[in-house]
């Protein structure tokens, strides 16, 4: 059973370019989250998602940022003309069920850099 | 706003001493998990502690669930250089549907 899996593990992108970050959650996860750590700090939820639907984006930043999880395929989270401040490590995670008893799975994370 | 606190920020022990991090929520949890995060990779869950005043052990790593479930803590017994990382806790978010973590705690262990 192959674990949450994150690709690129590294992506390097200029300002103003965009950054694509995809997560296929762990077979039979239909629940998955996207956090942001920063350098040097701890990881900061950013949206829930469930297949199509977007339950809680609470955690995104109101401009260039988007998440999707579509029906097939990978969810993907979407930056938009990136900032140097967009560099950080993005991890996604998956569980099985929402409840709040459920832990986590993360995968390896993307190191996204702009320069 | 809700805040899930974390001390000591880094910590440095001598490779045998013992290790303990602390966490403390500004609201009451419904659960606590741990996890860990070595250097440069991703967390990885620990523990969940549900009732109050719960205490689990894995074998040196002895956690702890507060009475008043606002607080928890992490010790370690006679730390290898194995146990070198960040541990946070992390608890539900209130009316929300994802996991507040902790500032979290940086391990070095020195051999």
């Known amino acids: 059973n192959a674990g949450v899996m994150q690709n690129p593990r590294h992506l390097v992108r200029r300002r103003g370019q965009e950054a694509r970050l995809r997560c296929s959650p762990m077979k039979g996860h239909s629940h998955v989250y996207w956090y942001r750590q920063l350098p040097e700090e701890g990881l900061k939820f950013m949206v829930y998602l469930q297949k199509e639907n977007i339950i809680d984006e609470s955690g995104m930043p109101k401009e260039r940022f988007s998440a999707e999880f579509p029906k097939e395929g990978p969810s993907i989270l979407r930056i938009q003309q990136v900032v140097r401040g967009d560099s950080a490590a993005y991890f996604c995670?998956?569980?099985?069920?929402?409840?709040?008893?459920?832990?986590?799975?993360f995968g390896p994370g993307t190191r996204l850099t702009v320069l | 706003g809700q805040q899930v606190m974390q001390i000591p920020q880094y910590q440095h022990v001598q490779e045998g001493e013992d290790f303990t991090t602390y966490c403390n929520s500004s609201t009451t949890l419904s659960n606590i998990q741990w996890y860990k995060q070595r250097p440069g990779g991703h967390p990885v869950f620990l523990i969940q502690l549900v009732k109050s005043g719960e205490v689990k052990k894995q074998k040196r790593l002895t956690f702890q669930f507060g009475e008043a479930k606002k607080n928890s803590s992490l010790h370690i017994t006679a730390t290898q250089t194995t146990d070198v990382g960040t541990y946070f806790c992390?608890?539900?978010?209130?009316?929300?549907?994802?996991?507040?973590f902790g500032t979290g705690t940086r391990l070095t262990v020195i051999p």
């Open positions: 992390a608890g539900p978010q209130t009316g929300a549907n994802n996991l507040f």
């Open positions: 995670a998956s569980s099985p069920l929402n409840s709040d008893l459920d832990e986590q799975f």
